[in-house]
């Protein structure tokens, strides 16, 4: 019997599909890199250039002819020309009835034209269905590829097959495609590149009017004071004394500003017995910038925790320490040792050193490449309970360090407590309101609102 059999043919004889052809419009540097991306993911690409000859060097492989001819051989067209330049666009409008132009320009500057350059082009092109996309890409981005670089593409536009299309090509580009709806959002995906940390912005100003604040507070307390009093000029302690009071002081509070927010929002759903209100704006905008806090908090303590390491090995510690020694050699006098100064500095240093630890971990989580690989489960166990435990070990080791001080009258020196006590206000009362929402009965009515359940209103 005749074995049954198949006709082969050597790989790369068969006929292979014929790769889509795209049409880019300018050849800069984004012009330039997407064609090279796009070639490597396999498509065709012809650029258009007003000067087919001389345009400079191109990504190998590429077509170059004039606008016309390009326009004419694709349905698709990338625009990578400035705004300024769209002018001569209107002359090609027939050729272009019925493509798909992806815009990717961006502003200098926001509020420069009337209206989003997009919407600019489908007004100069009326029958092109314009998709506002790729803008928020630079030209870095794209040659490093998603891997090492932002992984969303932003698009919007009034087709949705023109969309489509655009989303397809960005899809095996390996970037994820966010659909902003339609053509009118163009603007908004515009200002994007033109943000400067917004998120941050909130936070850093916080912190600088905490330092500033408690800079001023301490320099008039600890070192004026002792100038105008005692004549004594302790002005270098500015470098490391006062800024190591400083900056715990404000990583404490802006800690404590990351859980304040949420302890009222869990209020405020108990007052109104419903978690389907809004939560007034300022609160949700606090909310949504409590990682940054969290961080520049982390920040902070790490500071502190770096300065705490110098102590020893300052000018001013060693000589106090060898003039004490020299002294008792001199008065034939040996200090005893007390161990309750030994249990104090020991304790507050451990519980210091554990708050760290916990603020690490608390910093390192709230990193994407780290938090995308927890479970939400996870993530906020990590967020929220060790977050409080966080607070609560950086509470008690400054707890610590006051120690019996609260209680002494000479440290209210010209009647203003210490920095270190007036820090601990804000987190001893968000402690003191979580641990009311810790109460089994409070828990249990604010689990039943998370839940869905809604106070009846008796009116
Ligand atoms: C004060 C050590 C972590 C908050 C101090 C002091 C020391 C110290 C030696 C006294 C400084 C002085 O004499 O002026 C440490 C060590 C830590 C640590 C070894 C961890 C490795 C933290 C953390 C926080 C914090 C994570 C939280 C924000 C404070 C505060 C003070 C203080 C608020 C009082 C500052 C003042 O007004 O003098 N700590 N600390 N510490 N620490 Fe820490």
């Known amino acids: 019997v005749k074995p049954e059999s198949v006709s082969l043919c050597p790989l790369g004889m068969a006929a292979a599909p014929k790769q889509e052809l795209l049409c880019i419009f300018g050849t800069g540097d984004l012009g330039r890199t997407l064609g090279q991306c796009l070639l490597q993911t396999g498509y065709r690409v012809v650029y258009g250039s007003r000067r087919p000859h001389s345009c400079g060097p191109l990504p190998q492989g590429a077509q170059v002819m004039s606008h016309e001819a390009a326009a004419q051989s694709a349905s698709l067209v990338f625009v990578c020309i400035h705004r300024h330049n769209y002018g001569f666009l209107e002359t090609l409008a027939p050729g272009l ?21 997009a919407e600019y082009l489908q007004s100069l092109i009326p029958g092109a269905h314009v998709v506002k996309a790729f803008n928020t890409l630079s030209a870095w981005a794209l040659q ?30 390996s970037f994820s495609v966010l659909d902003r709806g339609s053509l009118s959002a163009a603007r908004q995906l515009e200002d994007f590149p033109l943000q400067l940390f917004p998120e941050w912005r909130l936070p850093l100003r916080l912190a600088v009017g905490l330092t500033a604040f408690f800079f001023f507070y301490l320099l008039i307390r600890d070192i004026i004071s002792a100038y105008v009093e005692e004549g004594k000029d302790i002005s270098f302690r500015i470098m490391v004394s006062l800024a190591n009071k400083v900056f715990p002081i404000v990583s404490l509070i802006m800690l404590t500003l990351c859980y304040l927010p949420g302890v009222m929002a869990a209020f405020i ?23 940054q806090l969290g961080l520049l908090a982390l920040g902070f303590a790490s500071l502190h925790v770096l300065y705490t390491l110098i ?4 000018y001013y510690v060693r000589f106090r320490l060898s003039a004490a020694t020299i002294s008792e050699i001199r008065e034939n006098r040996t200090s005893k040792f007390d161990t309750t100064m030994a249990w104090r500095t020991d304790s507050y240093y451990s519980v210091g050193v554990l708050g760290f630890g916990l603020y690490l971990l608390l910093g390192i989580t709230s990193l994407p490449s780290v938090s995308n690989a927890l479970s939400w489960r996870e993530f906020s166990f990590i967020q929220s309970k060790l977050g409080y435990l966080t607070l609560f070990i950086c509470t008690f080791h400054t707890y610590l360090y006051g120690w019996d001080k609260f209680l002494r009258v000479s440290s209210y020196k010209w009647y203003t407590p210490p920095g270190y006590m007036l820090c601990l206000v804000l987190p ?3 402690l003191v309101l979580k641990m009311l929402l810790l109460l089994p009965c409070v828990d249990r009515s604010l689990t039943r609102i998370r839940q869905g359940w809604e106070k009846t209103d008796p009116g």
């Open 97 to 117: 009835k019925g493509k798909v132009l992806v815009d990717v320009s961006n502003n200098l500057r926001k509020d420069l034209y009337p209206e989003a350059n």
């Open 428 to 430: 001893s009362v968000v």
């Open 311 to 314: 102590i020893p090995i300052r």
């Open 269 to 291: 759903q108990l007052y109104r017995g419903t978690k389907y209100k809004r939560f007034p704006d300022w609160l949700d905008r606090w909310m949504l910038c409590r990682k």
């Open 144 to 173: 490093n590829g998603p891997s090492d670089a932002n992984r969303q593409v932003y698009l919007c536009g009034n087709n949705a097959e023109a969309k489509q299309a655009v989303s397809e090509i960005a899809s095996k580009l």
